[in-house]
């Protein structure tokens, strides 16, 4: 089993149990760093959505960082389970919600989900699919642009896409502010395009 860790803030240097085989895919701390430097000033207070959350690496992060929320979705078993033993070792329960399925059957089991309100929207999002999910089912990535331009998230909402660098990826109507290359990794921040 690998080891991760929290790299900055409340958590700092805390260690997070890692994934299992390749299920997951855990991000560098050379990467981690580089991208939180640019988030830090939309974390404090946000209510955060990690999607694919794997075992909570970027979530985690993210509320060590000043994030008031976050809400984790993961459907494989082992992923899910390191999830649970991350926050519990962190303490932080009370400031996360773990849905135990990926974000497209939590919707079709609960569709309000998708329209509860302003007030419970999400600043931030991590999309962080396996590789084969956009590889092997392109439809899926229609799927995702369905979820990330519902109501889930608010209008002015950042969202953290990961992928292969080698896959051209487009998420429309969002629009990417910025796109880094790490290696083989590419993390496209993007954003809901302005409405007319």
């Known amino acids: 089993m690998c080891r991760v860790r929290i790299i ?6 805390r260690k997070l149990l890692g994934p299992q085989g390749d299920t997951t895919r855990p991000i560098t701390d050379r990467v981690k760093q580089s991208l939180f430097d640019i988030l830090t000033p939309l974390l404090e207070g946000a209510r955060v959505l990690d999607l694919f959350a794997g075992t909570g690496s970027l979530g985690l992060e993210a509320l060590s960082r000043g994030a008031a929320h ?22 932080v329960e009370d400031r996360t ?22 007030d419970s929207r999400f600043a931030l999002a991590f999309l962080d699919p396996p590789y084969r999910f956009v590889r092997e089912r392109p439809d899926n990535l229609q799927a995702l642009v369905r979820v990330l331009t519902s109501d889930f998230l608010a209008d002015d909402a950042t969202v953290v896409f990961r992928h292969d660098a080698s ?30």
Do not use: W
């Open 8 to 13: 900055a803030g409340q958590f700092r240097g």
């Open 70 to 91: 976050v809400t984790f979705h993961e459907s494989d078993c082992s992923a899910l389970a390191l999830l649970y033993k991350n926050i519990r070792a962190l303490g």
């Open 97 to 118: 919600t773990i849905v135990g399925h990926d974000i497209f059957s939590h919707l079709g089991r609960h569709p309000e989900a998708a329209s509860e309100g302003v």
């Open 167 to 196: 896959d051209r990826l487009d998420l429309p109507p969002l629009v990417a502010d910025d796109v880094r290359n790490y290696g083989g990794m590419t993390i496209q921040l993007l954003r809901k395009a302005t409405r007319p």
